[in-house]
């Protein structure tokens, strides 16, 4: 029997192994793995250790903390967007690499750079379609002017974000690096240069060649590392199992879970597994999605709990309490995908790695 209700098991190996393939699609560019959230909630240590050991160039974070966090592994990190006054301090003082996207932010980075005494890097951020954060193209010349001028601020990035490079058409995503080749040749000709130019994140590494050549040289990615199903060959790396708490026989007419969606229309053998959305399972996986037990699919019966989900194992007339069930992952021929959930959800595997719960026991598979 396990020794915990629900075990989230990541596959290091199978992480350097996508990002090896990353890296032969990105020609020019190097690589700034996207550790946000603690890794998407991987957790940010080993997996940045692992990146880190197949060939990382720097690591990209949301917040301060988690950029301190990541500098432990003692490569570069930048902050991707916004940076709020509360952090500017820390930021300088770790050799952060910092984001601007206006002057006004700028302006308390150089204020605190002059006050501790330091030069800091920054990255700034251009709005070429997002419409989220960044320079927009008529105020770009003017407003990196002003920012480069500014006392101990060393231009270290000027980077932008793709809003559609994982649909299938990506004539907006042409215009958005038009935009972006637009301001760069009017900051060349104003003799303001940076180190870095990155806009495609994992979608547009694959897709789109012209974000992963001169003169761009840094890309970043995200989702397509952890192996979310959409692009291959890139396997997903997580697992996420529990085990059957209780084998029981309910009879025709019998209802399942809360507000009694399902109602039997035979005698069924059900499973009630000791995880449910407080585990990371989607609600939205209540009498449509499955597990695996013994290397066979088991449909979800009713309505997913909190801490529990019943599926239908009439078919198994060797399951028994504490057999192992797998919600995400491979047995045999059977797998469940990320991917999978994200369509039944409508979502994307970025949300559901990051709602899996803290109840999880989380292994990592090493080489």
Not at 30 to 59: C, H, N, T, W
Request: net charge neutral; charged share 20%; proline share 5%.
């Amino acid at each position: 029997m396990a020794d915990s209700r629900v075990v989230y098991r990541i596959d290091l190996a199978q992480l350097k192994e996508n990002f090896r393939f990353i890296m032969s699609c990105a020609h020019d560019c190097k690589l700034m793995p996207v550790l946000k959230y603690d890794a998407y909630g991987m957790g940010a240590q080993e997996i940045g250790a692992a990146l880190k050991s197949a060939g990382a160039y720097r690591f990209a974070a949301a917040t301060v903390d988690e950029a301190l966090d990541l500098k432990k592994l003692q490569l570069d990190v930048q902050i991707l967007g916004l940076l709020p006054p509360w952090e500017v301090a820390p930021a300088v003082a770790a050799d952060i690499i910092c984001p601007a996207d206006n002057l006004e932010t700028a302006k308390m980075i150089s204020a605190e750079a002059v006050k501790q005494q330091k030069s800091v890097r920054v990255a700034i951020k251009l709005d070429t379609g997002m419409g989220r954060l960044g320079i927009q193209e008529n105020a770009a010349l003017e407003t990196i002017s002003e920012i480069v001028k500014l006392p101990g601020l060393v231009p270290d990035s000027l980077f932008s974000h793709f809003c559609t490079a994982a649909q299938p058409d990506i004539f907006f995503a042409d215009l958005q690096l038009e935009r972006f080749l637009r301001i760069k040749t009017a900051l060349d000709k104003a003799g303001i240069k940076f180190a870095h130019y990155h806009h495609a994140a994992g979608d547009a590494i694959v897709k789109i060649p012209r974000a992963t050549m001169a003169p761009f040289n840094l890309a970043r990615p995200g989702g397509m590392m952890y192996g979310d199903n959409f692009t291959d060959p890139c396997r997903q790396i997580v697992e996420l199992t529990t085990y059957v708490g209780e084998v029981r026989n309910l009879p025709a007419g019998a209802s399942v879970g809360y507000y009694r969606t399902c109602i039997l229309p035979q005698p069924r053998k059900v499973a009630v597994l000791a995880a449910g959305y407080a585990d990371g399972i989607p609600l939205a996986l209540s009498n449509r999605g499955k597990v695996i037990i013994h290397g066979e699919y088991c449909p979800i019966l009713g309505r997913i709990s909190m801490d529990y989900t019943i599926v239908d194992v009439s078919h198994l007339p060797q399951v028994r309490t504490g057999d192992e069930a797998v919600l995400l992952g491979k047995r045999g021929e059977a797998e469940i995908t990320v991917g999978q959930w994200g369509k039944m959800k409508g979502t994307h595997g970025h949300e559901i790695w990051c709602a899996m719960g803290h109840r999880k026991k989380t292994e990592y598979i090493r080489d």
